[in-house]
């Protein structure tokens, strides 16, 4: 028959396991704090050689700064620098507003560019037809006619022209209808034919005159002629003109 154990050594067999678990979790933890110590002093290292490293360069930042605060001292007090800082921490959003309008800005800039070369050439090739078709050319003309037109009018007869520029281009559109062009070019035409008769080709005599009544198109004209005549009878006269009146 096998040996049964004895609930001491059972006992003490429990307690042993449950202090090797305990002396594990112990030394767990220890190798935990262990290399957190080392983590910290490490970090505690690289900290001391920033440190050290940046202490030169804020020193002699330092030193830049009072030498620039002394030479301002006598324009700028420290209360207004610091009253401008807190202007400055003040307004920030307002600075961030503008910051946002200028990037909206930036992208309409960037978003408008591709139009805008392209415009430039075609403004750019416009220019070159004019140049070609010669508007550069005429252009100094213009300007001497227009010195002449300021030399030979005065303020009033620009603003009397204003006053009547209706009627004017009113005038100019009736005139420059079809018919009326085609008879100011026939009147033109046989008024140059007229001058150029010489005077020894005219018969001027009573005799001659009579002769020429005989002519269809003399009468025609002189008829013509007398209902133009008429017509300007019953045009009423500008103000300040007398009427005639039949005796």
Do not use: C
């Amino acid at each position: 028959m096998a040996d049964t154990p004895i609930p001491a050594q059972t006992d003490v067999q429990a307690q042993l396991q449950a202090l090797n678990a305990k002396l594990d979790a112990l030394s767990e933890q220890v190798a935990l704090l262990t290399e957190y110590v080392w983590e910290q002093r490490q970090r505690q290292q690289e900290w001391d050689e920033l440190k050290a490293d940046l202490t030169p360069i804020g020193m002699e930042m330092f030193a830049v700064a009072v030498e620039g605060l002394d030479e301002i001292e006598p324009y700028v007090r420290m209360e207004d620098i610091l009253a401008f800082l807190k202007r400055l921490a003040v307004n920030l959003h307002n600075f961030e507003a503008m910051l946002d309008q200028l990037e909206s800005i930036n992208d309409l800039v960037q978003d408008l560019t591709p139009v805008a070369n392209d415009a430039f050439l075609v403004a750019v090739d416009q220019l070159e037809d004019m140049e070609k078709q010669g508007y550069f050319a005429v252009l100094p003309e213009l300007k001497y006619i227009m010195d002449n037109i300021i030399s030979a009018f005065g303020p009033e007869d620009v603003r009397a022209l204003g006053d009547n520029i209706v009627l004017i281009l009113s005038t100019i559109r009736s005139m420059t209808q079809p018919e009326i062009m085609t008879l100011v070019q026939q009147l033109t035409e046989s008024t140059q034919e007229a001058v150029r008769t010489p005077d020894e080709a005219l018969d001027i005599s009573y005799l001659g005159l009579i002769r020429q009544m005989r002519d269809p198109q003399m009468r025609l004209g002189l008829a013509r002629t007398m209902q133009l005549l008429r017509a300007m009878g019953g045009i009423a006269p500008p103000q300040g003109n007398q009427v005639i009146s039949d005796q």
